[in-house]
């Protein structure tokens, strides 16, 4: 092989890499944005019931 072909194969495996780890960081952050907003979603939803049960026995 010349030059050239080592040239790109280290580019293709560079850049794969690079871009690979930046997909699978945006992937993380949204499962974990995804789980945030749900577990924000029940503890609301958890204290809204509370209140409305309050406000019933009263």
Excluded: P
């Excluded at 010349?2 to 580019?11: A, Y």
């Excluded at 992937?27 to 995804?34: A, I, T, Y």
């Amino acid at each position: 092989m010349d030059s050239g072909t080592f040239g790109w194969i280290e580019l293709v495996l560079f850049y794969g890499i690079a871009i690979g780890l930046g997909v699978w960081q945006w992937v993380k952050m949204d499962r974990m944005l995804k789980k945030t907003r749900a577990e924000k979603a029940a503890k609301e939803a958890a204290e809204r019931n509370g209140e409305t049960e309050r406000n019933a026995r009263e």
